[in-house]
Nanobody
Framework: QVQLVESGGGLVQAGGSLRLSCAAS????????MSWYRRAPGKEREFIAG????????NYADSVKDRFTISRDNATKTLYLQMNSLKPEDTALYYC?????????WGQGTQVTVSS
């Protein structure tokens, strides 16, 4: 079955960096586009970054553009999110996601807390 397991979250001061990982299994990782989402307290879940399966083209939400970088390692079936210049408003639960067979799958999330 499809499994997505995020890690790498934590508490960091504003201006700091974190690198999130998402370990994938149960599907052909190299063939699927992958995404990162987040949900801040009291807010809806929002898309923040995506990467396609072939040429690894990427796209970002305006709120994280030029600060966050999404990447993937198809050999290890791992998705990454490098987050730099973190702001308190980046505090959220971060999820990786994919669509397999028309169904959306999510990990359990990893908490990122940015202190001011």
């Amino acid at each position: 079955q499809v499994q997505l397991v995020e890690s790498g979250g934590g508490l960091v001061q504003a201006g700091g960096s974190l690198r999130l990982s998402c370990a994938a299994s149960g599907f052909a990782f190299s063939l699927r586009p992958m995404s990162w989402y987040r949900r801040a307290p009291g807010k809806e879940r929002e898309f923040i970054a995506g990467i396609d399966s072939f040429r690894a083209d990427t796209n970002y939400a305006d709120s994280v553009k030029d600060r966050f970088t999404i990447s993937r390692d198809n050999a290890t079936k791992t998705l990454y999110l490098q987050m730099n210049s973190l702001k308190p408003e980046d505090t959220a639960l971060y999820y990786c996601s994919t669509n397999v067979g028309g169904l959306n799958y999510w990990g359990q999330g990893t908490q990122v807390t940015v202190s001011s």
